[in-house]
C-alpha cells in the first residue's frame, strides 16, 4: 500500500509570513494525484489545492502552491501572506490511477501567531 | 447543493448498543468510503465502495460493517461497539475513474463509546 508521510507533527507561522509543510509519499506508480486538504477547527474537511503526477508545472490556488518532486516523491505545500485563518490541520493525501485508493498523511497541525 | 450529508454529528452510546450513522450523497458519485481520525494516526480507512453492492475493506475494517443498496447512501454500521472505537468519523465520496476528482467529506460524526 502507499503511504504518505507528514513530519511536522506541528507548525507555527507569523501572520503574513509564508511557510512550508512538508509531505512525502511512496508509491512504484507512474501516474496518481495528489491533494492537500485543510480541516480548521470546525473539523470540516476543505480541499486546498491538487496537482496531477503528469504535470511538471506546480499547482497554484491564490496564496498556496506547491512544490512538487516527483522523482523525490516530494509534495509540499506553501502557504504565502498567512492569515489568522489560516489555522488548521492540513492533510496530504495521494490517490492511485488504478483501484482510486486515496492514502493520507498523519497531518500537520498549523497555528497562525498574530 | 452538491454535499455528502452525515449523520449524527455527535453520538454517545455504550459498549456492545448496536449504532449505524448515516451516509448520503447527491453528487452521483460511484466512490464512497468511510474513514476514522485519531489524533497522530491521521486518517485511516475502514471500508470502500466503488458501487452499489460492491465493498471492501481498507485499512482498519475490523469491528465495522458497511452497505451499498443504493448509489446514494453508505451506512456503517457497528454491531457492538467497544471503547476502542471512540473516534471522529467522516464520510466522503468521489467520482470514480477521474483520478483529478477529489473525495467530499461529510461533517463528521463524533462517536464517543463508554
Known amino acids: 500500500a502507499q503511504t504518505v508521510t507528514q513530519s511536522q507533527p506541528e507548525m507555527s507561522v507569523q501572520e503574513a509570513e509564508t511557510v512550508t509543510l512538508s509531505c512525502t509519499y511512496d508509491?512504484?506508480?507512474?501516474?496518481?494525484?495528489l491533494f492537500w486538504y485543510k480541516q480548521p477547527p470546525s473539523r470540516q474537511m476543505i480541499l486546498v489545492i491538487r496537482?496531477?503526477?503528469?504535470?511538471?508545472q506546480n499547482a497554484t490556488e491564490n496564496r498556496f502552491s506547491v512544490n512538487f518532486q516527483k522523482a523525490a516523491k516530494s509534495f509540499s505545500l506553501k502557504i504565502s501572506d498567512s492569515q489568522l485563518g489560516d489555522a488548521a490541520m492540513y492533510f496530504c493525501?495521494?490517490?492511485?490511477?488504478?483501484?482510486?485508493?486515496?492514502?493520507f498523511g498523519t497531518g500537520t497541525s498549523l497555528t497562525v501567531i498574530p | 447543493e452538491a454535499q455528502v450529508t452525515q449523520n449524527p454529528r455527535y453520538l454517545i452510546t455504550v459498549t456492545g448498543k448496536k449504532l449505524t450513522v448515516t451516509c448520503s450523497q447527491n453528487?452521483?458519485?460511484?466512490?464512497m468510503s468511510w474513514y476514522r481520525q485519531d489524533p497522530g494516526l491521521g486518517l485511516r480507512q475502514i471500508y470502500y465502495?466503488?458501487?452499489?453492492?460492491?465493498?471492501d475493506k481498507g485499512d482498519v475494517p475490523e469491528g465495522y460493517k458497511v452497505s451499498r443498496k443504493e448509489k446514494r447512501n453508505f451506512p456503517l454500521i457497528l454491531e457492538s461497539p467497544s471503547p476502542n472505537q471512540t473516534s471522529l468519523y467522516f464520510c466522503?465520496?468521489?467520482?470514480?475513474?477521474?483520478?483529478?476528482?477529489?473525495?467530499?467529506f461529510g461533517n463528521g460524526t463524533r462517536l464517543t463509546v463508554t
Open positions: 465502495s466503488m458501487n452499489v453492492e460492491v465493498t
Open positions: 453528487m452521483n458519485h460511484e466512490y
Open positions: 508509491t512504484s506508480e507512474s501516474d496518481y494525484y
Open positions: 466522503a465520496s468521489s467520482l470514480l475513474g477521474r483520478i483529478n476528482s477529489p473525495l467530499h
Open positions: 493525501a495521494y490517490r492511485r490511477a488504478f483501484g482510486n485508493q486515496f492514502y
Open positions: 496537482q496531477e503526477a503528469y504535470k511538471q
